[in-house]
């Protein structure tokens, strides 16, 4: 902001720099101007003068005088003589200076000049074209200071504020808005940030209560065991009827516990992630659309040879945004793992299904990992130090089949591909 007020102060210098330049070019030649026919006038005065008489001198030499005329005293008195010699001509500016022979005045001489050199009228109006474009510039750059500079500096502080998990924060809506789908964006960003956190805080109490009860409940048939197991250490039974029976409620409380334990492991082993579908319908050429505008300059600048096949544009169901986030996993990990040669995506209809085909060239995965290539947290062999947390491909499953599709993973001889299946 600082930064934009200097220029918008230098701007306003640079002008009076501008304004002060022209001012003084008229001021000189103004000066000059005035000095230089001056000086013609006192020429021709002085040769008038040395003749001792008036005469017609010669004005081709000169500059800026253009007419010399006398009007002598026998003749001021002659009112039309009079009324010729002072009458005003236009385009010219005129002198009037009296004309002496040894201080006894013998008339008056008019000099009739012009001042043509200096085009006054074409400097006033590059002035004045200076001025407009400056006062259009200075309201053009208060304009943007005040509807995009200052507005987008309070939006700018939004980011680092949900970074810090201030989520609580509201923008202001303005008439006038430049930021319009970035502010929604944004709202959209802490809303949804708002709503993963607040699961997130039920879910892990829901676990820690959970925990806190069956910790609670292995209490009771531990301390059962711990009480028979002393029991049979000290001799206490002393048939073997009742020895068994000790044994007997051994194995039955050991088993409660691991039936407990089970229960903990199931817990901690629940989804971690909660994923949300919007089912509605979408159009496979704007979903086709937005992977081209995304990842061919990408593939470019990677030089890896992007190819898109022939298809119908038909209406799928399902979520749009979720969709893109399938096929952003698939060509991403192609990104990863594959060679970097080729990718292709095709189209083909199956049991009244859309399928897209989504194929990178590569080392295949080997066979006897392909089964768990879905599971959740999994990386197979080929991750070497690349990294990940294996749940590209898992979510990309979870989220086919909220949306009622599929997708299923098949060797080829160079490489791998992918089939994301939608209902139409």
């Known amino acids: 902001?600082?930064?934009?007020?200097?220029?918008?102060?230098?701007?306003?210098?640079?002008?009076?720099?501008?304004?002060?330049?022209?001012?003084i070019s008229f001021h000189r030649e103004e000066v000059k101007e005035d000095l230089e026919y001056k000086v013609e006038i006192n020429e021709v005065m002085q040769g008038l003068e040395k003749n001792g008489e008036f005469f017609k001198p010669d004005l081709h030499d000169m500059k800026y005088v253009k007419e010399v005329n006398f009007l002598s005293v026998e003749k001021s008195e002659e009112t039309e003589e009079v009324k010729a010699f002072y009458q005003n001509k236009n385009g010219v500016n005129s002198l009037i200076k009296p004309f002496l022979i040894e201080d006894k005045l013998q008339g008056y001489v008019r000099f009739d000049y012009t001042l043509a050199n200096t085009d006054h009228g074409v400097l006033w109006l590059a002035e004045g074209v200076i001025l407009v474009c400056c006062f259009l510039t200075m309201g053009i750059l208060l304009y943007i200071k005040t509807k995009i500079i200052?507005?987008?500096s309070v939006l700018s502080e939004m980011p680092y504020e949900l970074s810090k998990g201030h989520l609580k924060g509201e923008i202001k809506e303005e008439k006038s808005r430049f930021f319009g789908k970035f502010v929604w964006g944004i709202s959209m960003l802490r809303d949804t940030l708002n709503a993963a956190k607040t699961k997130e805080l039920k879910l892990?109490?829901?676990?820690?209560m959970l925990l806190l009860s069956l910790s609670h409940d292995i209490k009771i048939p531990l301390s059962t065991i711990k009480l028979y197991a002393k029991a049979l250490k000290e001799g206490v039974y002393e048939t073997e009827e009742k020895q068994k029976a000790a044994a007997s409620q051994i194995e039955t409380h050991a088993l409660e516990i691991e039936a407990f334990v089970k229960e903990i492991v199931t817990a901690s082993s629940e989804d971690i992630l909660v994923i949300e579908v919007e089912n509605s319908e979408f159009y496979l050429k704007d979903y086709i659309e937005k992977v081209k505008s995304t990842y061919i300059p990408k593939c470019s600048i990677s030089m890896i040879d992007l190819t898109v096949g022939a298809y119908d544009n038909k209406l799928l169901k399902g979520d749009f945004d979720r969709a893109f986030e399938v096929m952003e996993n698939l060509i991403e990990n192609a990104f990863k793992y594959g060679d970097g040669k080729r990718i292709s995506i095709e189209f083909y209809e199956e049991d009244y299904c859309q399928v897209i085909k989504v194929?990178?060239?590569?080392?295949?995965?080997?066979?006897e990992e392909m089964p768990h290539i879905f599971d959740s947290f999994y990386r197979g062999s080929n991750v070497e130090n690349k990294s990940g947390n294996g749940l590209g491909?898992?979510?990309?499953?979870?989220?086919?089949?909220?949306?009622d599709g599929e997708i299923f993973v098949k060797r080829e001889e160079d490489g791998m591909s992918f089939g994301l299946v939608f209902r139409v």
Request: proline fraction near 4%; charged fraction near 20%.
């Open 1 to 23: 902001m600082k930064k934009y007020n200097v220029i918008i102060v230098g701007f306003v210098c640079i002008y009076i720099a501008l304004a002060a330049a022209f001012y």
């Open 150 to 152: 200052v507005p987008f």
């Open 204 to 208: 892990e109490k829901e676990k820690k």
């Open 359 to 367: 194929y990178n060239s590569g080392k295949p995965l080997a066979v």
């Open 393 to 403: 491909l898992y979510i990309s499953r979870q989220i086919m089949q909220k949306m």
